[in-house]
């Protein structure tokens, strides 16, 4: 077993699918994954007109998204995915 695969209480395999990327185009900023997520694995980020990811604090934002702060935190439970309603997110397991 590797320290990406573990088991469920009652024995069954289980393999995590940790969160690899946000696709800013698609996220919609809904904010749903931010308050599943126990873990501070993403943050909500500001998109200037140039299409870039910038601080909230930024004078041009056109529009909000998610973006990924703490990537280490993710325990590939999912949660973020299952409450996605723009399906925007790449799970995967640890390579």
């Known amino acids: 077993m590797t320290a990406a695969q573990t088991v469920t209480r009652d024995g069954r395999a289980w393999q995590a699918q940790y ?38 604090d930024e004078d041009d934002i056109e529009r909000k998204v998610m973006a990924m702060d703490d990537a280490g935190a993710c325990i590939g439970c999912g949660a973020c995915a299952r409450v996605c309603p723009a399906n925007c997110q790449k799970h995967g397991p640890l390579n």
């Open 19 to 56: 969160l690899l990327s946000i696709d800013d185009k698609t996220c919609i900023g809904c904010g749903r994954c931010y308050k599943v997520c126990g873990r501070g694995v993403m943050t909500l980020r500001g998109v200037n007109e140039d299409g870039e990811i910038v601080d909230l």
